[in-house]
């Protein structure tokens, strides 16, 4: 069965939610590579990573198996399995940081870039469980980094 995604890698921005992780599920039963970002990634990789359908190179269609298909997925700088890399989506540093570069860190635990995108699905949010005129300026600058800015950000340091 060809998978609609295989070889492609999609980055899930808020993949800890509900929302987020149930995307991120989907893309990767589809074949895709995924990574996870979010706060509480890390934490939560204990839980959702064996939600996700392990990831493994397409076919070549060549008879000469994943050997090719693992070179060319390298070289166009695919991960070659799932990540889950910490992201505060209100802190403009860190997106810069993770966006801001098109190619993957030399070792797996090195989570300076997010390396090439195929597929970005930003769904990071926060709610504001109080009447707007009692919420303190501090709380609505947060809402509008975390669900409008970051997404902005995101956007602009993968096209540039």
């Given amino acids: 069965m060809a998978l609609q995604f295989a070889g492609r890698h999609c980055v899930v921005v808020g993949a ?3 929302i987020g992780s149930s995307i991120a599920k989907a893309f990767a ?10 706060r509480s990634a890390i934490q939560a990789r204990h839980k959702l990573e ?11 269609g060549d ?20 990540r889950f890399i910490r992201l505060d989506a209100s802190n403009r540093e860190q997106i810069k940081a993770l966006f801001g570069s098109r190619t993957l860190p030399s070792k797996p635990q090195d989570d300076a870039s997010i390396g090439p995108i195929d597929i ?20 609505l600058s947060s809402i509008v980094d975390t669900n409008l800015l970051a997404t902005m950000l995101c956007f602009t340091y993968l096209l540039s």
């Fill in 16 to 18: 800890t939610g509900v």
């Fill in 120 to 139: 970005l699905v930003n769904c990071a949010g926060i709610s504001q469980t109080t009447f707007l005129k009692r919420t303190p300026d501090e709380e």
């Fill in 50 to 60: 064996p939600q996700l359908r392990p990831y493994s190179l397409p076919e070549t």
């Fill in 63 to 82: 008879g000469t198996g994943n050997a090719a298909a693992a070179a060319a997925a390298a070289a166009d700088g695919i991960p070659s399995a799932h």
């Fill in 29 to 38: 039963q589809h074949g895709a590579v995924v990574s996870l970002l979010g």
